[in-house]
């Protein structure tokens, strides 16, 4: 039976795990992989989530939505992040926010209570496993606290040179590339797609970035 583990032999989820403790644990969790098309719910809101999700391929929106069908994209997962965890490792497991396969995805799914179940014979392995979960749940709040710091700013410049800050400190380098279209960044920094347009513009025309589509670069020193 294929167990995946050189898809994610590398990932921080599987850190300190062998080939051969990966797939004792994706046997005895009871692990599985899913597809989901472009543009596909993965979870709606009020669905109960039961497993920890970790993206192989693809992009996945978390996504809030209000009763006039306004969405905000409140974080983006790529390969090797987690997604649904927070639902999980809850108390009614009921998501309170969308699962968006931003792109096509590929998704290792472990159940959460399996995890969690110890057990006289519990190994190594599974001890690790846990404390790697508990790791990228840190990680992932780390950067909701970040997206919180992003729309907490009064104007949409503030919160466009915050975000682009972020970026460029995580590259290393004033020249990045945005990973969201113009859709989803204003529906990232709760912001309209024509006012955000706008707003690119006169940033451009003050010194302070230049862009060509999603490739940015910052005039001003954001490192």
Same mark, same amino acid.
């Given at each position: 039976?294929?167990?995946?583990?050189?898809?994610?032999?590398?990932?921080?989820?599987?850190?300190?795990?062998?080939?051969?403790?990966?797939?004792?644990?994706?046997?005895?969790?009871?692990?599985?992989?899913?597809?989901?098309?472009?543009?596909?719910?993965?979870?709606?809101?009020?669905?109960?989530?039961?497993?920890?999700?970790?993206?192989?391929?693809?992009?996945?929106?978390?996504?809030?939505?209000?009763?006039?069908?306004?969405?905000?994209?409140?974080?983006?997962?790529?390969?090797?992040?987690?997604?649904?965890?927070?639902?999980?490792?809850?108390?009614?497991?009921?998501?309170?926010?969308?699962?968006?396969?931003?792109?096509?995805?590929?998704?290792?799914?472990?159940?959460?209570?399996?995890?969690?179940?110890?057990?006289?014979?519990?190994?190594?392995?599974?001890?690790?496993?846990?404390?790697?979960?508990?790791?990228?749940?840190?990680?992932?709040?780390?950067? @909701?606290?970040?997206? /919180?710091?992003?729309?907490?700013?009064?104007? %949409?410049? +503030?919160?466009?040179?915050?975000? $682009?800050? &972020?970026?460029?400190?995580?590259?290393?380098?004033?020249?990045?590339?945005?990973?969201?279209?113009?859709?989803?960044?204003?529906?990232?920094?709760?912001?309209?797609?024509?006012? @955000?347009?706008?707003? /690119?513009?006169?940033?451009?025309?003050?010194? %302070?970035? +230049?862009?060509?589509?999603?490739? $940015?670069? &910052?005039?001003?020193?954001?490192?």
């Amino acid at each position: 039976m294929k167990t995946h583990y050189n898809e994610v032999k590398e990932l921080r989820l599987f850190k300190n795990i062998k080939e051969e403790e990966f797939n004792r644990l994706y046997t005895s969790l009871g692990m599985y992989v899913k597809r989901y098309k472009k543009g596909s719910y993965i979870v709606l809101s009020e669905e109960p989530v039961r497993c920890v999700s970790l993206v192989l391929e693809g992009v996945v929106h978390m996504e809030s939505e209000d009763v006039w069908g306004n969405r905000t994209i409140l974080v983006f997962m790529n390969r090797g992040d987690l997604f649904g965890e927070t639902f999980a490792c809850g108390t009614s497991q009921a998501s309170v926010v969308n699962f968006l396969a931003a792109r096509d995805v590929v998704a290792l799914n472990i159940p959460f209570q399996a995890v969690m179940q110890l057990t006289p014979d519990m190994d190594r392995s599974q001890v690790q496993l846990m404390g790697n979960i508990l790791t990228s749940i840190a990680d992932k709040n780390v950067r @909701l606290m970040q997206k /919180l710091d992003i729309v907490s700013k009064r104007t %949409l410049r +503030e919160k466009l040179l915050t975000y $682009f800050s &972020l970026i460029a400190r995580a590259h290393g380098s004033n020249e990045f590339d945005v990973p969201l279209g113009r859709v989803g960044l204003g529906e990232y920094l709760c912001a309209d797609r024509s006012a @955000l347009t706008r707003e /690119l513009s006169r940033m451009r025309d003050d010194g %302070l970035i +230049e862009y060509e589509k999603n490739h $940015f670069r &910052l005039l001003v020193d954001a490192i």
